[in-house]
């Protein structure tokens, strides 16, 4: 298994899909997680509000996560 996660917050262009996936297609790591072709799986999720909302901000922000895997058979 392998994860990407992803927070953006901010400016509304860091808060999308597409910021996430460029930024992880831009680091080595996250990249290989991507492109491996042993994945089989992939699961998203996306929580979108402050990065921290027990501060009462309310600048925009995004986690992004990306789960990959396989079944053994």
Known sequence: MAENAYTGYGADAAVTPLAAFTWWMRSDSHRANI???EFET??????LGSADPASGAVTPAAT????????KR
């Open 64 to 71: 992004f996560v990306q789960m990959f895997g396989f079944c």
């Open 35 to 37: 492109r491996n072709p």
């Open 42 to 47: 992939m699961h998203v999720k996306v929580v």
